[in-house]
C-alpha cells in the first residue's frame, strides 16, 4: 500500500520513496505517536533527548510524534493544526534522512521557513511558517546550518 502522495513533501525528490506495511513486513522506519510521557521515554530511550512532554524526535529505526502536539498543534506555529501535523512528520523524517537543523534564511520577508528549523520552539523571524520541505515551484527550502 502506497501512502498519499504530497507534491511538497519528501517524495517530490524521486530518491525517496515511503509504502505502508503491515506488521511483521520488512521495513525500514517506524512512526510511533505516543502520548507526552512515552514520547519522552521513546525519545530518551533512543537519542538521550529530553523531549519535556512537548516535543517529538528521530530514533534509530523511526520516528516519535508526541501526541499532544499532534492534537493541539503548537502555539508557535501560526497556521491551521493540519499544517502543523504535516510539519511534526516531515522534519523528523528530515533527521531519518539525515538533515539537521537550520535557520531562517529567507531571500525575502514572506518566504517559506525551512521545514527543518525547529518551529516548536518559536516563529521563524523573517519566514512564514511552513510545513514542507518544498516550495510551490518545486525548490528545495533550506537555510544555513544551525551551529
Not at 537543523?101 to 531571500?107: L, N, S
Not at 517559506?112 to 516563529?123: H, S, T
Amino acid at each position: 500500500m502506497s501512502l498519499r502522495y504530497a507534491p511538497r513533501g519528501w517524495t517530490h525528490d524521486a530518491s525517496h520513496a515511503f509504502r505502508l506495511v503491515s506488521a511483521g513486513e520488512q521495513h525500514d522506519l517506524t512512526v510511533k505517536i505516543a502520548t507526552p510521557g512515552r514520547a519522552d521515554a521513546l525519545c530518551w530511550a533512543g537519542i538521550h533527548q529530553d523531549t519535556h512532554g512537548e516535543y517529538n524526535c528521530e530514533t534509530p529505526g523511526g520516528v516519535v510524534v508526541n501526541l499532544r502536539r499532534r492534537v493541539e498543534g503548537s502555539p508557535t506555529f501560526d497556521g491551521p493544526v493540519h499544517e502543523y501535523r504535516a510539519l511534526i512528520v516531515n522534519h523528523e523524517m528530515g533527521h531519518f534522512l539525515g538533515y539537521t537543523h537550520t535557520t531562517c534564511a529567507c531571500a525575502a520577508t514572506g518566504q517559506p521557513a525551512p521545514v527543518m528549523i525547529q518551529q516548536i520552539k518559536g516563529p521563524p523571524h523573517g519566514c512564514v511558517a511552513d510545513a514542507w520541505p518544498y516550495d510551490r515551484n518545486g525548490r528545495f527550502v533550506t537555510g544555513p546550518p544551525v551551529r
